[in-house]
């Protein structure tokens, strides 16, 4: 126990208490955790107080997945707890995943007595060991007195520069004994200064650069979404005239009905929005990283453009394609340098792109996104998605799961605002849907907010509808129940004769659902529905619409033999982009 004398200016805390009073300074009003023994002095501080809300899960990966929801549909940091050993480690995944995605995120986990480390302690783990490759930055804290410079350090990692998870493993020796509190602490972070002003020489030689392309388009992605960019980015791609391609996790930053707006790129990115980038002579990349998923084969991605590249991790300007002229800097500082220099550009040689417009609306009217009845008299699940979309409109929210259901939903709901596509980009992490919706209506509750999931992702997290039930947070899941794992099994008819090994869900012969999502919907007291034909779908939407003193889930009946079009496979060019299944290549394996 520390002997340290604290004043009125620096009261005495235990470092629970500092972690609780550290929070509260923050600014944080809600966390989703689970408790346990070493992370349990801190739960019996966080039970006397009314400052922020905790949101008890049932799974540790729900309460990191609730944070990234929280984050991306409020812009705050996410914050999750858990404890030492396995409730730690349950966090990884959902730390990943907010890694892969530039997700701003605390997890704080608790460690055993500081004297047991290293012994093989019970429900010992070394977190900060196992986390350091894939957060901003892991902190262990031992001392009480360093509690508050630790939490504010941490805040100011996963918020600013490029956003990203930060954990902090705190002892429990460090949450029992006390230390003065020192608020506001002095935080030192050694060569942490990012870069947010771009160099000017570098705004001209884009400007210079974009008034010399013909074929231009501005390739979005989500880094532009982090920087808050989507007033400024509207106001540049409309002075400039180009078009525009907003990755998955950019979904939203300018509005679909934006007449420049040509969708979004990659495997299964629309036509117009793949050959934009293919067939252009200069990329103007904002906040984007040059995904294997939106390139195809890099060495045969957009031959002959040349590269601007924005981004605020320096880490990411050439690490895939080479730039041109690369910029660091924030996307929305370097959009409001850029705006007065290309004005100025502009009234001495405008670019003419009047027939790069030509071929791009000549590939919009005739590679519009469209799907085919199933032919097993089984619903359509883009069908399902897009009205769901329509119905619920634009102010709200959409969380999906990986795979097919994923991409439909990108395809399908018009998102006119950031914010209201929420998914797992980076890692593909299925099982990210209902705990992320979860989080995002905590944030917003007043927004209608939709998990839409996979039957596969489903069972890996809907134990959170618990958590949903009893703390009022009404969302409403979408189960587009296909009976197996859509998109692999799309690729094994595909690339595999149609070998559809180990991803079908439901066992033949046998009951017909396992297990029956209705009756696990009303073991949780939600409101379930099952649809399965067509006149049932906009009944049932509109049901869901209006239930709000609930959670919902429908279960809808789709085809198995649906499949994501477009489609690259993995391993070729992009200028091999299929329209439908009969013109698809075969994989070579790469």
Not at 91 to 105: E, F, G, H, Q
Not at 203 to 220: C, D, G, H, N, R
Request: with cysteine.
């Amino acid at each position: 126990m520390s002997n340290s004398a604290g004043s009125a200016e620096h009261p005495v805390l235990t470092g629970s208490g500092a972690l609780l009073k550290s929070l509260e300074y923050l600014g944080i009003t809600d966390v989703f955790g689970l408790p346990g023994g070493a992370i349990m002095p801190f739960y019996d501080e966080l039970m006397s107080q009314t400052a922020i809300r905790h949101i008890l899960v049932r799974h540790e990966q729900g309460a990191g997945h609730a944070a990234e929801g929280y984050a991306l549909a409020s812009g705050q940091v996410g914050v999750c707890i858990a404890t030492s050993g396995p409730g730690a480690t349950n966090l990884v995944t959902a730390i990943a995943d907010a890694y892969m995605d530039s997700i701003p995120m605390i997890a704080i986990t608790g460690q055993v007595f500081s004297h047991l480390m290293g012994t093989d302690a019970f429900q010992e783990v070394d977190i900060v060991g196992v986390t350091m490759p894939i957060t901003k930055h892991s902190f262990l804290v031992t001392k009480p007195e360093d509690v508050p410079a630790t939490i504010a350090a941490a805040y100011q990692l996963a918020t600013t520069g490029r956003p990203g998870p930060v954990l902090v493993d705190i002892t429990k020796d460090c949450q029992i004994n006390s230390a003065p509190f020192i608020w506001p602490p002095k935080v030192d972070l050694p060569g942490y200064r990012p870069i947010t002003k771009a160099h000017g020489k570098q705004i001209t030689a884009a400007a210079q650069l974009i008034s010399e392309s013909s074929k231009p388009v501005f390739y979005v992605g989500g880094g532009s979404v982090r920087a808050n960019a989507q007033t400024e980015l509207a106001t540049l791609v409309e002075a400039v005239g180009a078009p525009v391609v907003t990755t998955l996790t950019a979904r939203g930053i300018l509005p679909d009905s934006h007449p420049q707006n040509l969708g979004m790129p990659g495997m299964h990115g629309t036509v117009p929005a793949v050959l934009a980038l293919q067939e252009s002579d200069l990329i103007i990349a904002l906040g984007a990283r040059f995904d294997d998923r939106v390139t195809g084969k890099v060495s045969e991605f957009a031959p002959n453009a040349k590269v601007i590249h924005v981004d605020i991790d320096p880490a990411e300007i050439g690490k895939i394609r080479e730039a041109d002229v690369p910029i660091v800097g924030d996307v929305r500082e370097v959009i409001l340098d850029l705006l007065p220099v290309w004005a100025d550009v502009k009234r001495a040689t405008a670019p003419d792109l009047t027939d790069w417009w030509a071929r791009l609306n000549t590939l919009r009217e005739t590679y519009p996104l469209g799907f085919d009845t199933p032919d097993d008299g089984l619903l359509s699940p883009q069908a399902i998605i897009a009205k769901i979309g329509e119905m619920t409109g634009p102010e709200g929210i959409f969380a999906a799961g990986v795979g097919q259901h994923q991409m439909w939903s990108a395809q399908y709901i018009k998102y006119e605002r950031p914010g209201a596509w929420l998914n797992s980009g980076g890692a593909g992490t299925m099982g990210f849907s209902v705990p992320a919706a979860m989080g995002a209506k905590v944030a917003q509750p007043d927004r209608t907010v939709w998990s839409i999931d996979g039957d596969g992702c489903f069972q890996m997290t809907n134990q959170e509808l618990a958590t949903c039930m009893i703390n009022g947070i009404n969302i409403k899941v979408a189960v587009i129940n296909n009976s197996s794992l859509g998109m692999v099994r799309q690729w094994q008819t595909l690339f595999f004769d149609g070998r559809h090994s180990f991803t079908d869900l439901q066992p033949l012969p046998g009951p017909e659902f396992i297990p029956d999502f209705v009756k696990l919907g009303e073991a949780y007291g939600m409101l379930a529905i099952r649809v399965r034909t067509e006149e049932e779908i906009e009944p049932a939407i509109k049901l869901a619409l209006e239930t709000n003193d609930r959670p919902v889930l429908i279960d809808f009946i789709v085809s198995k033999d649906a499949m994501v079009w477009p489609m690259v496979p993995q391993g070729v060019g992009n200028s091999n982009v299929q329209y439908a299944r009969e013109h698809a290549p075969v994989w070579d394996g790469e």
